[in-house]
Each structure stands twice: as C-alpha cells, then as structure tokens.
C-alpha cells in the first residue's frame, strides 16, 4: 500500500516538474538577454494593418494617429467596430482609418472580429497584415521590423507585447507586470534563442497575407491568439518571436476591470491546457512536428501564481504522505520541484524584473498569489467561457 501510494505521488510530482522544468529551460536561455542580430533590409513591403475595437472610443484614436506615423503610401489601415455602441466608428472615421462595423450579438469575440476584417481586406490585399489592439501603442519602426521579418520568413511574426502597471504603489500591480514580463518577454525570448517558435499575444502580430487568409479565426475563445498559434503550428507556420518590435499596454485600473481581465486570460489560458493541450500533444508525436511539439510543452506552463500554488500544495502533500509513510521520498521529489521552480522565478527576477519588483515583493508576493485561489477555484465551479470586454477604468 506504502509503495502504491508513493508511486502515486512521485506521478503527480513528475507532471507537476514538467511545466516547471519548461520554465527553468526558458529562462536559462533567455538570461543572456536580447542578442542584436541582423534585421531583414530591402523596401518594406506594404502592409494593412487591422485594429479589432469594442467600444473602445476612449483609447483609439491616439492609437490610430501613432499607427499613422509609421504607415507609407499604400499601406492600408482598417478597424473593425465591433458590436460597438459607442462613438468607434465615428473615431476611426475621422482619423481618416478604413472602418467596417460588425453587429452579432451570437457570435462575439475577438476572433469574430479578425475574420471579418480579413474577409473585408480581402477585396484588395496586402502583402502583410498587423494585427493591433485599439489600447496598445506600437514603438517607433515595429511596423517597418514586423513586416520585414513576416515576408523574409514567410510565417507570423510575434513582436514583443508588454504590459505596464499604471498603479506601481500596489504591491499586486508590480507582481502582475513581473508575471506578466517572464510570460511574454522571458519565455519566448528563451524560445527564440533555442531556434523555436512562441506563443500568439494577441496584439503586435505580423502575418504573410497567404498565412492570414486561410487561418481559421472565427471563434469565440477566451485565448483565440493562443489557439491561433497552436493552429498555425499545426500547419506547419508556427510563430516566431521578433524582440525588436515591441508594443506597450497598461493594466485597468479598475478593481473590477482586472479582475475581469485577469478572469478572461487566466480562464483562457487553463481551459487550453485542459482542451487543446491533448489532441496538440498527440498530432506532435504523431507528425513528427517538432515545433508544435514545443509550443505544446509551453503551453503547459500555466499562469505562474497557479504554478507557484501547484507546488505548494505538492510539498505539503509530499510532507504529509512522507510523515504517514516513514519513507521521505515524497517529501523530497516536491522539494526538487519547488526548488527548480524557486530557480527559474530568482534567475528572472536577476535578469529581467528588478526594475519592477525589489526581494521584499517577492517574498511577500505569497499573499497575492494565495488571493488568486478563488479564482482558480471558479474555473472548476463556474469558468468564464464568453469573451467580455475589460473596463479599463
């Protein structure tokens, strides 16, 4: 019975480290930070780039006068209103944007959105189409870069999505723009150093016009940029991550809003893994696609407050069954894991966060990843399965 309930829980322990594992690899190759490499040259091929907007008068027309900046003769600028009722059409409108507006209340959904942009640039396409949320602000050139390296690699191109806490005073803010900082800039850049695609951020996103034409993205999902890039990978397009181009957003400000926020992609995130992650694994090994493979396996890594959780309640149960058992095996795998795991965030932290959060965060970082259990909790009782847009404010 001991021996059964031990192999049991060294099991458990050996999924647990798999993500954990995924994380510490990631960071090892990132720590030596962005490495300077050649950027594609030649003329920059023209671009249209389409903005998804719900209700979002309040942000878009300073997004639609950046994005203008960096646009040349030819190059196309759509937005798509979706289901708004608000002034958005009217605002792109007379930022002088190409705008087309979408009313379905039974298919809503970002993804619903793409694909009628898509349909609609269709009509006279460009040789490369950005995708840009309506509340991000693209830096100067990412245009230029993100469109280069989609026509020279002939894939999507990921440019590097950061987000900033408006509110640095609260210890929960800094801790969501660290998490947020090793999700998307550590772990794809490690991804990239090792010659491997990433995730989709759903924002800052560059697509050959034969790649974006033919990807299937009307749907629904919570996390469509996610299950867009898994899609893509499996078709043999998987994304690549370009560092040089980067876009900026910040957190709502509203209690409400980034819980809401937070609901949405973490939701989002842990239902892939339950859903998609599976039927990915198996068409990896299956097909030999080495690339899906890998952005399956990231994947895995779930949101690092609900890691941080998973080996907790491991130790605790890994010390539990070694004193019932006399036999401290148990005890000891959940410490190598948590141990790993230590490892990957001090390593980030050293390398990439100290700007944002000091060691006192860290250490008192506890309390808000143990906040977040409801949270985690509702995705079993009652997840968020319809796309609800954030209040910022």
Same mark, same amino acid.
């Given at each position: 019975m001991v021996f059964f309930l031990e192999l049991t829980f060294l099991a458990v322990a050996a999924l647990v480290a798999v993500p954990v594992t995924m994380l510490l $690899?990631?960071?090892?190759? #990132?720590w030596r930070g962005e490495r300077k490499g050649e950027q594609p040259g030649g003329e920059r091929p023209a671009v249209a780039v389409l903005v998804p907007a719900h209700d979002e008068a309040a942000s878009l027309g300073d997004t639609l006068d950046r994005l203008k900046a960096q646009l040349k003769a030819g190059d196309r600028l759509l937005v798509v209103a979706d289901n708004c009722s608000d002034d958005t059409a009217g605002i792109a409108w007379r930022a002088g944007a190409e705008i087309? &507006?979408?009313?379905?209340? @039974? !298919? !809503?959904?970002?993804?619903? *959105?793409?694909?009628?942009? +898509?349909?609609?640039?269709a009509s006279d396409p460009r040789p490369v189409v950005i995708i840009v949320d309506a509340d991000c602000t693209l830096e100067s050139g990412a245009i230029d870069?993100? *469109? !280069? &390296? /989609? +026509? /020279?690699?002939?894939?999507? +191109?990921?440019?590097l999505y950061l987000m900033h806490a408006p509110d640095r005073e609260r210890l929960s803010s800094r801790i969501a723009e660290f998490a947020w900082l090793v999700k998307n800039h550590v772990r794809p850049l490690g991804m990239r150093h090792a010659g491997l695609p990433c995730q989709l951020m759903g924002t800052g996103m560059a697509f050959p016009w034969s790649?974006?034409? /033919? #990807?299937?993205? *009307?749907?629904?999902h919570l996390v469509e940029d996610m299950k867009l890039g898994l899609d893509l990978a499996s078709r043999g397009t998987a994304p690549l991550f370009c560092p040089a181009a980067r876009v900026h957003s910040e957190f709502p400000t509203s209690a409400r809003g980034a819980e809401a926020q937070r609901s949405r992609w973490e939701h989002g995130h842990m239902g892939m893994i339950f859903g998609a992650l599976p039927g990915a694994l198996r068409r990896a090994v299956t097909t030999g696609n080495v690339e899906l493979l890998m952005m399956a396996l990231d994947l895995m890594v779930p949101p690092l407050a609900l890691l941080c959780l998973a080996c907790a309640a491991l130790s605790l149960l890994g010390l539990g069954a070694s004193l019932l058992s006399g036999a401290w095996?148990? %005890? %000891?795998? #959940? @410490? #190598? +894991?948590? @141990?790993? =795991?230590?490892?990957?965030? $001090? =390593?980030a932290w050293?390398? %990439?966060?100290?700007?944002i959060v000091s060691a006192r965060d860290i250490l008192f970082g506890m309390g808000y990843i143990a906040g977040k259990l409801p949270l985690y909790v509702r995705f079993f009782l009652r997840r968020q399965v319809e796309w609800i847009r954030t209040e910022r404010r």
């Open positions: $690899m990631q960071v090892l190759l #990132a087309t &507006e979408r009313h379905d209340e @039974l !298919r !809503r959904g970002k993804g619903y *959105a793409l694909d009628h942009g +898509v349909r609609i640039l870069i993100l *469109a !280069r &390296e /989609a +026509v /020279a690699s002939g894939r999507p +191109v990921q440019g790649v974006i034409s /033919a #990807a299937p993205l *009307a749907t629904g095996l148990p %005890f %000891f795998a #959940a @410490l #190598a +894991v948590m @141990l790993l =795991l230590g490892s990957a965030l $001090m =390593l050293i390398c %990439f966060g100290r700007g």
